[in-house]
Every structure is written in structure tokens, then in C-alpha cells.
């Protein structure tokens, strides 16, 4: 399994919106490992952390504003999920990816031009995308002893910190 992973990783440039969400799915739902080239979701946080990252937001606010009523509750407002024949939310379905790759168009020169955060994100944030599904499929091990000592380490840093800041804050 590890082995085919390499070879997907090698051939394919997959392009996901929470890829980490898509790479658990799969995982778990066919036994297909197949993990994010480029995570939109990412880098929408990398290139601003305070702006909301949902998938149609940013469409709409970055590609197409006439989008913004392209939601499940509005499209099928009233009607029963049961009703609705699998074609059509199949292509409801299929427009998520065809924004995905809108938005990876509009990120790509972006990233391109801050050559740090684009850094960031290709050397840290995506290769974490696949170690953090992992440890949220298999679960990780702690050291609790040492888990304390950084807690107590750090909590008297904060201490020591804010009464610095309000020593300053009080002249």
C-alpha cells in the first residue's frame, strides 16, 4: 500500500478543498490513498488566516460572485434529499471540484509571488496534510510526563509575560 501510494504520488496531481477530510474518506471508504497535491483550503488560510476558507465562499468572493446561491439548502429547499434523483446531485457534486481548480488558477499566482508563505506551504503545511489525517485515522502516542513539564514550562512564560505587559502597560 505504501509502495502504490509513491507511484500515486509520482503520477498524479490531485487538487482537493480539505484534502485531509478527502484523504480520510477515501481511506476509509475504498482503501484508495491518494492525498492532496495542492490543498485550496491551505493555502486560503496561508495567504489570509482570517478569512473564511469554505469552499463556496471563496468562490464566490474570489471567481464568481454570482455563485452565491449555489447551496444545497438553497437548490433543494423543500424537497426531500430521498426524491432527488442521484444525477442531479451528482452534478451538484461535480461543480465542488470544478471550483476547487478555479480557485487553485487564482491561488497559484498568488503563492508564485509571496515566495515565502509559498514555501511554507509546499516544504510544511502539505506534507502535514497527510501526516495529520493519519494520526486522526490511527491515533498518536503521548509522552504525558513530558507533555506536563512543557505545560508547566510554558504556562510560567505566560505568567512571567503578561506581568511584564501590565508593568508596562500600568507606567
Not at 492532496?36 to 491551505?42: I, K, L, N, R
Not at 507533555?147 to 505568567?159: D, G, H, P, S, W
Request: some cysteine; hydrophobic content about 40%; proline content about 4%.
Amino acid at each position: 500500500k505504501v509502495e502504490l501510494q509513491r507511484v500515486l504520488d509520482a503520477q498524479l496531481k490531485v487538487i482537493m478543498h480539505n484534502g485531509k477530510f478527502d484523504y480520510e474518506v477515501l481511506k476509509c471508504t475504498c482503501d484508495i490513498c491518494i492525498g492532496p497535491f495542492w490543498d485550496t483550503m491551505v493555502a486560503t488560510r496561508l495567504l489570509n488566516e482570517n478569512e473564511n476558507y469554505g469552499l463556496k465562499y471563496q468562490y464566490s468572493s474570489k471567481i464568481d460572485n454570482t455563485q452565491e446561491s449555489y447551496s444545497i439548502d438553497k437548490l433543494f429547499k423543500g424537497v426531500q434529499y430521498a426524491d432527488v434523483k442521484p444525477e442531479i446531485f451528482a452534478l451538484y457534486a461535480a461543480h465542488d471540484p470544478y471550483m476547487t481548480y478555479k480557485l487553485f488558477e487564482y491561488q497559484l499566482p498568488l503563492m508564485e509571488n509571496e515566495k515565502k508563505i509559498y514555501k511554507l506551504f509546499r516544504d510544511i503545511e502539505m506534507p502535514l496534510v497527510l501526516i495529520v489525517a493519519e494520526m486522526e485515522l490511527c491515533g498518536a502516542l503521548a509522552d504525558l510526563p513530558y507533555c506536563q513539564k512543557l505545560k508547566e514550562k510554558y504556562e510560567a512564560k505566560l505568567i512571567e509575560i503578561d506581568n511584564k505587559l501590565n508593568n508596562e502597560i500600568t507606567k
